[in-house]
């Protein structure tokens, strides 16, 4: 069971109206949360979207969007996506054995 306090969140998938979120404390994933898609703030209700959750007693009493967060993972994650995705360069090695 993961402790009451405040924690980064990422909606991760729906099911049907459930939505299902991963809370993390430093970066690192910590709990899951599931909850009625209706309980997420409006502009929070797609996968990947990051929220900050309040918990007591284990249940949320406040969900907020956080959209600055949101961007930034989004761009980070485009330019990782990116790097990885570019050709290395060819080596004296490999030109040489053709």
Known sequence: MTCDG?????????EDDLAVVLLEDD???V???VVTEDR???SGRHVDAVLRVEL??????QITY?????SDRATEARRRFDELSRRPPA????????
């Open 91 to 98: 080596t004296d090695d490999e030109s040489d054995s053709r």
């Open 56 to 61: 007591e007693d284990g249940d949320p009493v």
């Open 40 to 42: 997420l703030p409006e």
């Open 31 to 33: 709990g899951e949360l």
């Open 6 to 14: 405040t924690y980064t969140a990422v909606v991760d998938r729906f």
């Open 66 to 70: 956080e959209s600055r967060e949101t």
């Open 27 to 29: 970066g690192e994933t």
